[in-house]
């Protein structure tokens, strides 16, 4: 049984725990993996689980005294209802479409105008969904059922506008991510000593016992320092924007993970003519991998040369850096 046996267990299978879950907030416990793994698990979870989000805004009238960007933005980051969007939705960029159509996109509309004294304020409740969506509603969860604020009319203004939502990751805008929040922890009792507590005079009291500490064995007083141990354990906070529920931020994230993980393994085991174990798109033009030292080895030619030692250029062929006006200058 070699090292990583021992730490994460002879079957090499990362084990997930749910602590508490509801429909907006979920502690995961993540074990019998590495640092690396339940990183990659978070970074995943945070930027490239798709959501959908208004993205494009056609303005017919905006008479209200927030300009058009800050309105536009405003809209964009009004969570919506992303459940299943993988069955329901597919990537503009993916599309046959000009713009946006009803495979890539979802159409709302906001009309709102203040006729009264009293200002009228909009909420997301007015943005109303195209009749035959399976997505795309806006995420209430208040008491009052009205949804975040986008602006408020005086009387005589009034907003008209159409919405275009689409589907997207965080990576590319802020506004796709379906989490507020994603906690990272793991060694709360700091047994690794990865952190080096700054205190005044006793950094036990004066720094909080982490809410993950009860789920771990206190450090036994005057018990060795292992310098060769890693974590093998780590507790995930998943705080959901409403677009997604926690538990299938989860999955899609896990989901997302293993083709990543598929796609390095098929490209790294594809052989090609060569038998080196790279795909020919990561080759560079006259190049065999065969390392056949500085010296004019034939891992080492360029478009313009067979691999010589004068380094010449497309331009000339003369040792000493020829350049495209003149043949060897003395340089």
């Keep these: 049984m070699d090292e990583y046996d021992q730490l994460y267990g002879s079957d090499r299978g990362p084990q997930i725990t ?23 698990l978070r970074r995943i979870m945070l930027a490239e689980v798709p959501t959908i989000a208004i993205d494009t805004v056609e303005i017919e009238a905006n008479t209200s005294v927030i300009p058009d960007e800050f ?13 299943n969007i993988d069955d329901k939705l597919i990537y503009t960029r993916d599309c046959g479409c000009d713009s946006y159509c009803e495979k890539c996109s979802v159409i709302l509309t906001l009309h709102a105008r203040c006729t009264g004294e009293n200002n009228v304020t909009v909420y997301a409740r007015d943005l109303v ?11 209430i969860t208040d008491k009052e059922g009205q949804g ?13 506008m159409k919405c275009v939502a689409k589907k997207g990751i965080a990576k590319e805008h802020a506004k796709w991510s379906p989490v507020s929040a994603m ?21 036990e009291a004066e720094w909080p016992k982490s ?43 896990i989901k997302y993970l293993q083709e990543k993980l598929a796609s390095v393994i098929d490209t790294l085991g594809r052989k090609n003519e060569g038998g080196d174990g790279f795909g020919d798109g990561m080759r560079s033009p006259g190049q065999d991998y065969t390392m056949g030292g500085m010296g004019g080895g034939p891992g080492y030619e360029t478009p313009y040369g067979a691999g010589a030692q004068d380094s010449r250029t497309p331009y000339a062929g003369g040792f000493g850096g020829a350049t495209p006006y003149g043949a060897n200058n003395g340089w």
């Design 129 to 139: 969904v195209a009749e035959g969506a399976q997505l795309g509603s806006p995420v």
């Design 183 to 203: 906690g990272f922890e793991y060694d709360p009792w700091n047994k690794l000593r990865h952190i080096d507590y700054w205190y005044e005079e006793n950094a």
């Design 211 to 253: 809410k993950y500490a009860d789920w771990e064995e206190p450090p036994i007083e005057g018990e060795p320092f292992n310098y060769d141990a890693l974590p093998s354990r780590f507790y995930l906070d998943v705080e959901s924007v409403g677009s997604l529920p926690p538990d299938e931020i989860m999955q899609q994230g």
């Design 71 to 83: 309105l536009c933005h405003r809209l964009g980051m009004v969570p919506l209802d992303s459940t």
């Design 148 to 160: 975040a604020i986008i602006c408020k009319l005086r009387k005589g203004q009034e907003l008209k």
């Design 18 to 40: 749910i602590k508490e879950a509801d429909s907006k907030h979920a502690q995961i416990v993540l074990s019998n993996c590495d640092l690396a793994f339940a990183n990659s």
